[in-house]
């Protein structure tokens, strides 16, 4: 369970680079684009707390380390909290700046890989 949950982490983590690339390509510099930008905090809030649960679930499934999980279970909640913030903050901003819109089909594949990643997560709480 552990090591399923990892893959689908990778496989989130690489939908989620894919996203990141095109936020950054699409994001104009300048003053007249400021107020169509995402806020920079919530993405690298966003990022960084993945980047942490990564972390914590590598060692989970290498040293099997059982008192990480929940843990790791945390910060997977912000993860998510994070990243439906970021949802719907983009949501709120297509409507303003139709031009630049994240591909709907990136954003179902990322959102469908983290929940595979949630529900292994809870998965692996439960037999922890």
Do not use: C, Y
Not at 1 to 15: E, F, K, P, R
Not at 66 to 94: D, F, K, Q
Not at 98 to 124: D, S
Request: net charge neutral; proline share 3%; hydrophobic share 65%.
């Amino acid at each position: 369970m552990n090591l399923a949950a990892l893959l689908a982490l990778m496989a989130t983590g690489l939908a989620g680079i894919f996203l990141l690339a095109i936020v950054l390509a699409l994001e104009g510099h300048g003053p007249e684009s400021a107020a169509n930008r995402l806020p920079s905090a919530l993405i690298v809030g966003h990022v960084g707390a993945a980047i942490v649960f990564l972390g914590l679930w590598i060692l989970v499934v290498t040293i099997d380390a059982r008192v990480l999980v929940l843990s790791a279970a945390v910060v997977v909640v912000l993860v998510v909290a994070l990243g439906l913030w970021l949802m719907r903050t983009s949501l709120v901003h297509r409507r303003h700046e139709p031009a630049a819109e994240l591909p709907t089909a990136g954003i179902v594949i990322h959102g469908a890989l983290a929940t595979v990643t949630v529900v292994l997560v809870a998965l692996a709480v439960g037999h922890a």
